[in-house]
């Protein structure tokens, strides 16, 4: 008999190709006590009885006849004795091969353990000799192989596997259906990843040196279908070498985030662009105002900025409605555009008032003519709806001075806009020098707030944020307010950009980072529940090197734990500059402080980037509030926000909730955090305890404060 060498051929079915992996085993070399002929039964007992596998003897009738000692499991499993017929379908295995006088393979299966048992009759002895081996490991590795290409056929990444000169030599149907190319297009051909039309010399050394250097790559690609159209991918490349440390493959594994790049397009045009007429924004104005002011000040150049407001637009909503104010919105905004030249910026500041930024001007005379041309423009008649109408527009123009910042010049620009609406209308003011002169003002406003730091006038307010799912009050945002004893409660937009100014805001933050912790204290010591108490951070607070040491000395100070402590900071903060105050963030997180990022959307930041940030949650802008549902556009965008905020385990709160058909819409995309006038605008101290013990917040306004009032 021949059990020298026993081949197992295992189909393995990858791509629609079959594979065969072919197992040997030496069986011959563990058995010490197969009989060789003339060697009777008990010589094979007895020379099998050191032997760890397993050997049996049975009758050609199927019952046991002797085992050795490797035998135990067998004979458990079996429940047989000797002298006892074994049980099926080993008893038919048996007969089969006692009837043949063939040989007969299976195996024994005990939980982890897989044994290989082959019947072998000896016809002249009229018995079945029954040798088995531990296949477990082989076993393993047949169901490894199964697994991987199961996992390879169904998973809903594309997958390439490619040699080491980057052919392929297989891919899945995943890559076929993001890509369009079957496994016959692309196989023996070399891998390409990009839009070949970007596709360039640089990207390409990039891509290799770090295959080189770190063994993969990882990044986000435009690529081309078989159809030609181009979809975005997530890729990642990794280097496969063998023992002596040689490359012997790549894979590549590809994932279609066109979608989501999609939205995040669509983010950016919502957070930089007016929906109505397609004009830059105020923030993007803003943006593109101070670089032009940077350049300014390096070059001497000589900039300008209008602000130009319509006279008597009122009467068009109100006569002809809202659908025909806004053609004329659309129509105004095309004629100011067509009255600058391509290197000026126009934007809509909102309502009716548009700003426009004039660069590289001869003198201020040059702003003064396009000033004219807007006036004449504007005042131009319109038909609409069988009426002819007659606009115009006040328009300030001021000159940018050396030292002078953008938030100046504004408000600069808005008293002579006003000048100009005051005299008459249907012109334009300049900023004089006695326009600059009453500017001098805001020295004494300083004074004055210098004074309310002292004397205690700064005050945290506190707006509820509402769990709608639980009914619950998750948490505060402390927001500061003046209780000015001559002017009454002065707004936070009116002070802030002040202490900003006059460097007095890092010692205007402490003071409420104080307060509120110390109130916060005070709440968890009478045992009332209020949640998180979020905290607005500026820019300059942020990088004041002595900022995390004042953190940590004011909630040790007042007893406040830190893990109720969230730390609201502005988008801005992350698009513009976000790579000096990672290492801040994660020394507070570090602390147990959480981190939320305020008002986004505003300023854009990436979602993809968000995963590698240290954030707990996000606060969606009310910008994006105020037009859902009835806005498509803005209904998907932040649907969208919240299923990828949600997919990388951000928590989201939806500020500026101020109606029903708000809150349904936000509850309905999976959002239960909710802040906002619709539940109540901010209070005093003394006014959150009744707030924190109100009876339930799920998903309906009757339960909490409404005020709509601003």
Known sequence: MNIGLQPQILPVKASGSVHLLTVRSTMAAQYKGIPKQGETLDTLVTLAQDNPCPVLVLSFDGRLLDANAGSWLVMDHWQASIGQPIPEPWLSLALAAAGSGETMEDQLSVGMVSISLLFFPAVPHKQIYVFGM?????????????????????????????DADMRVIDANPAYSEITGYGPGEVLGETAAFADPARQSAEFLNELQASLAQKESWQGELWSLRKDGARY???????????????VTHYTAVLTDITLQKRAEEQLLQMAHFDMLTGLPNRRLFHDRLSQAILSAERSAECIAVMLVDLDGFKLVNDHLGHIAGDQMLELISQRIAASVRASDTVARMGGDEFLVL???????????????????????????QDHEIFLTASIGVSEHRKGQTSDQLMRLLDSVMYQAKNEGKNSYRLVGIQTHEMAGDRLAWQTRLRRALEQGEILPYYQGIFDTEYGTLAGLEVLARWQSPTDGLIMPGQFIPLAEESGLIKRLGEQILRQACTQGAAWL??????????INVSAHQLHDKGFLETVERVLEQTGFPAERLDLELSEAIWVEGRESVIDSLTRLRAMGIRVSIDDFGTKYASLAYLRHLPVDRIKIDKSFMDDIPGSDITSAIVSAIMTMATSIGLEVVAEGIENQSQLDFM???????????????????????????????????????????R
């Open 134 to 162: 531990d296949v477990s490991v082989q076993k393993q590795i047949e169901q490894k192989v199964a697994l991987n290409a199961k996992v390879f056929e169904s998973t809903t990444e594309g997958i390439l596997i490619m």
């Open 667 to 709: 509850n309905g995309a999976g959002c239960r955090l909710i802040q906002g006038y619709l539940y109540g605008r901010p209070q005093a101290a003394e006014a959150v305890p009744a707030l924190s013990r109100r009876a339930d917040f799920r998903g309906n306004s009757r339960f909490g404060v409404v005020d709509h009032e």
């Open 525 to 534: 010591a009478e045992g009332l529940e209020v949640g998180l108490l979020s």
């Open 358 to 384: 004039l660069r590289h001007l001869g003198s201020l005379q040059d702003a003064e003519m396009i000033a004219d041309k807007i006036l004449q423009a504007v005042s131009a008649p319109v038909m609409m």
């Open 232 to 246: 975005a991918e997530s890729l990642s490349i990794s280097v496969i070498k063998d023992e002596s440390g040689q």
